[in-house]
Protein backbone atom coordinates (compact mmCIF):
# COMPACT_ATOMS: atom_id res chain seq x y z
CA UNK A 1 0.00 0.00 0.00
CA UNK A 2 1.27 3.60 -0.84
CA UNK A 3 2.30 5.69 1.65
CA UNK A 4 0.40 8.82 2.29
CA UNK A 5 1.29 12.04 1.28
CA UNK A 6 2.78 14.59 3.12
CA UNK A 7 1.62 18.20 4.11
CA UNK A 8 3.82 19.38 1.74
CA UNK A 9 2.68 19.02 -2.04
CA UNK A 10 4.67 17.58 -4.52
CA UNK A 11 5.14 18.96 -7.62
CA UNK A 12 7.63 18.17 -10.34
CA UNK A 13 9.50 16.04 -8.02
CA UNK A 14 9.78 19.24 -5.81
CA UNK A 15 8.34 19.29 -2.29
CA UNK A 16 5.80 22.88 -2.42
CA UNK A 17 5.49 24.43 0.92
CA UNK A 18 3.25 26.55 1.90
CA UNK A 19 4.13 30.05 2.57
CA UNK A 20 4.30 31.85 5.76
CA UNK A 21 2.38 34.73 5.87
CA UNK A 22 3.14 38.08 7.98
CA UNK A 23 0.79 40.76 7.68
CA UNK A 24 1.60 44.59 8.45
CA UNK A 25 -0.52 47.41 8.48
CA UNK A 26 0.68 50.76 6.71
CA UNK A 27 -1.28 53.82 8.24
CA UNK A 28 -1.67 57.70 8.70
CA UNK A 29 -3.13 60.49 7.80
CA UNK A 30 -4.91 61.49 4.26
CA UNK A 31 -2.68 61.80 1.39
CA UNK A 32 0.27 61.09 3.30
CA UNK A 33 1.89 58.21 1.38
CA UNK A 34 0.33 55.41 2.16
CA UNK A 35 -1.09 54.25 -1.47
CA UNK A 36 2.43 55.11 -3.20
CA UNK A 37 4.28 53.18 -0.09
CA UNK A 38 2.64 49.97 -0.71
CA UNK A 39 3.54 50.61 -4.45
CA UNK A 40 6.92 51.06 -4.13
CA UNK A 41 7.71 47.53 -2.94
CA UNK A 42 5.04 45.23 -3.41
CA UNK A 43 6.06 42.25 -6.31
CA UNK A 44 2.66 42.43 -7.36
CA UNK A 45 0.33 44.48 -8.90
CA UNK A 46 -1.20 46.44 -5.42
CA UNK A 47 -4.90 46.24 -5.07
CA UNK A 48 -6.15 49.71 -4.88
CA UNK A 49 -9.77 50.61 -4.00
CA UNK A 50 -9.85 54.42 -5.23
CA UNK A 51 -12.18 56.56 -6.21
CA UNK A 52 -12.68 59.85 -7.36
CA UNK A 53 -12.42 62.75 -5.24
CA UNK A 54 -15.40 65.48 -5.92
CA UNK A 55 -16.61 68.55 -5.15
CA UNK A 56 -18.12 66.65 -1.51
CA UNK A 57 -14.60 66.21 -0.21
CA UNK A 58 -13.66 69.98 -0.56
CA UNK A 59 -13.13 71.44 2.64
CA UNK A 60 -13.71 67.93 4.03
CA UNK A 61 -10.62 65.78 3.12
CA UNK A 62 -7.46 68.07 3.35
CA UNK A 63 -3.98 67.61 1.78
CA UNK A 64 -2.37 70.43 2.47
CA UNK A 65 -0.32 72.03 -0.36
CA UNK A 66 -1.34 68.65 -2.54
CA UNK A 67 -5.26 68.93 -2.06
CA UNK A 68 -5.61 70.51 -5.92
CA UNK A 69 -3.19 67.57 -7.51
CA UNK A 70 -4.86 64.75 -5.39
CA UNK A 71 -7.67 63.09 -7.87
CA UNK A 72 -8.52 59.77 -5.99
CA UNK A 73 -8.30 58.73 -2.94
CA UNK A 74 -8.26 55.28 -0.65
CA UNK A 75 -11.78 54.78 0.36
CA UNK A 76 -11.42 50.69 2.05
CA UNK A 77 -8.12 49.49 1.39
CA UNK A 78 -4.60 49.11 -0.18
CA UNK A 79 -2.87 45.94 -0.44
CA UNK A 80 0.37 44.43 -1.65
CA UNK A 81 2.44 41.68 -1.07
CA UNK A 82 6.42 41.02 -0.89
CA UNK A 83 7.78 37.17 -1.08
CA UNK A 84 10.70 36.66 1.01
CA UNK A 85 12.95 33.96 0.94
CA UNK A 86 12.14 31.02 3.44
CA UNK A 87 8.91 30.89 1.50
CA UNK A 88 7.65 33.86 3.40
CA UNK A 89 4.88 36.40 2.53
CA UNK A 90 4.74 39.73 3.91
CA UNK A 91 1.41 41.22 3.24
CA UNK A 92 0.84 45.03 3.54
CA UNK A 93 -2.78 46.15 4.58
CA UNK A 94 -3.01 50.07 3.74
CA UNK A 95 -5.88 52.00 5.63
CA UNK A 96 -8.18 54.56 4.23
CA UNK A 97 -6.76 58.48 5.43
CA UNK A 98 -10.15 59.93 6.56
CA UNK A 99 -11.44 59.73 9.99
CA UNK A 100 -14.87 59.03 8.86
CA UNK A 101 -13.50 55.22 7.84
CA UNK A 102 -12.00 54.58 11.18
CA UNK A 103 -14.46 51.88 11.49
CA UNK A 104 -12.64 49.48 9.26
CA UNK A 105 -9.39 49.87 10.76
CA UNK A 106 -10.60 46.61 13.48
CA UNK A 107 -10.50 44.31 10.66
CA UNK A 108 -7.54 45.07 8.55
CA UNK A 109 -5.26 44.99 11.50
CA UNK A 110 -6.78 41.82 12.85
CA UNK A 111 -4.00 39.21 12.69
CA UNK A 112 -1.16 41.77 12.12
CA UNK A 113 2.52 41.90 13.54
CA UNK A 114 2.66 45.54 13.48
CA UNK A 115 2.34 48.69 11.73
CA UNK A 116 4.21 51.22 9.85
CA UNK A 117 2.25 54.78 10.95
CA UNK A 118 3.27 57.49 8.09
CA UNK A 119 3.81 61.40 9.02
CA UNK A 120 3.53 64.35 6.93
CA UNK A 121 5.01 67.30 9.01
CA UNK A 122 2.99 69.58 7.68
CA UNK A 123 0.20 67.97 8.72
CA UNK A 124 0.90 66.11 11.93
CA UNK A 125 -2.51 66.24 13.58
CA UNK A 126 -3.53 64.01 10.90
CA UNK A 127 -1.82 60.91 12.33
CA UNK A 128 -2.88 61.37 15.78
CA UNK A 129 -5.54 59.19 15.35
CA UNK A 130 -3.08 56.44 13.93
CA UNK A 131 -0.38 56.97 16.95
CA UNK A 132 -3.50 56.90 19.48
CA UNK A 133 -5.24 53.22 17.33
CA UNK A 134 -1.81 51.83 18.10
CA UNK A 135 -0.65 52.89 21.11
CA UNK A 136 -4.83 51.75 22.47
CA UNK A 137 -4.14 48.26 21.18
CA UNK A 138 -0.51 47.88 22.32
CA UNK A 139 0.16 46.66 18.68
CA UNK A 140 3.94 47.66 17.90
CA UNK A 141 4.50 50.30 15.11
CA UNK A 142 7.21 52.65 13.74
CA UNK A 143 6.37 56.60 13.17
CA UNK A 144 7.99 57.04 9.66
CA UNK A 145 8.14 60.76 8.47
CA UNK A 146 7.21 60.78 4.79
CA UNK A 147 9.91 63.29 3.14
CA UNK A 148 8.18 64.57 0.06
CA UNK A 149 10.42 66.00 -2.22
CA UNK A 150 13.37 63.57 -0.97
CA UNK A 151 13.23 66.84 1.82
CA UNK A 152 13.67 65.86 5.62
CA UNK A 153 12.03 69.55 6.58
CA UNK A 154 12.05 68.91 10.75
CA UNK A 155 14.45 67.19 12.72
CA UNK A 156 13.45 63.73 14.50
CA UNK A 157 13.57 64.90 17.68
CA UNK A 158 11.63 67.75 17.13
CA UNK A 159 8.72 65.23 15.56
CA UNK A 160 8.83 63.16 18.51
CA UNK A 161 8.44 65.44 20.91
CA UNK A 162 5.38 66.90 19.04
CA UNK A 163 3.83 64.04 18.57
CA UNK A 164 4.20 62.94 22.03
CA UNK A 165 6.10 59.65 21.39
CA UNK A 166 7.41 57.22 23.76
CA UNK A 167 11.08 56.48 23.20
CA UNK A 168 10.15 53.10 22.58
CA UNK A 169 8.72 54.57 19.03
CA UNK A 170 11.09 53.98 16.54
CA UNK A 171 11.06 57.37 14.56
CA UNK A 172 12.84 57.12 11.25
CA UNK A 173 12.60 59.20 7.93
CA UNK A 174 11.42 57.73 4.68
CA UNK A 175 10.44 58.26 1.33
CA UNK A 176 7.24 56.45 -0.15
CA UNK A 177 8.38 56.41 -3.34
CA UNK A 178 11.64 54.63 -3.10
CA UNK A 179 11.74 50.89 -2.59
CA UNK A 180 14.87 50.81 -0.37
CA UNK A 181 13.09 53.03 1.61
CA UNK A 182 9.87 51.72 2.78
CA UNK A 183 12.16 48.31 2.56
CA UNK A 184 14.13 49.76 5.71
CA UNK A 185 10.43 51.11 7.80
CA UNK A 186 9.17 47.47 7.13
CA UNK A 187 12.74 46.04 8.24
CA UNK A 188 12.03 47.95 11.64
CA UNK A 189 8.86 46.99 12.10
CA UNK A 190 9.50 43.33 11.82
CA UNK A 191 12.37 43.94 14.39
CA UNK A 192 10.19 45.82 16.88
CA UNK A 193 7.80 42.78 16.94
CA UNK A 194 10.49 40.44 17.33
CA UNK A 195 11.94 42.17 20.46
CA UNK A 196 8.55 42.45 21.49
CA UNK A 197 8.14 38.61 21.61
CA UNK A 198 11.17 37.68 23.88
Not at 101 to 129: H, K, N, S, Y
Request: with cysteine; charged share 20%.
Amino acid sequence: MASQPSNAAVTDGAAHVAPTVVKIVIAGGFAVGKTTFIGSISDIDPLNTEAAMTEHSVGVDDAGGITERKTHTTVAMDFGRIALPGSLWLYLFGTPGQDRFLFMWDDLVRGAIGAVVLVDTERLDQCFPAVDYFEGRSIPFIVAVNCFDGVARHQLDDVREALGLSAGVPLIYTDARERAATKQALIAVVQLAMERLK
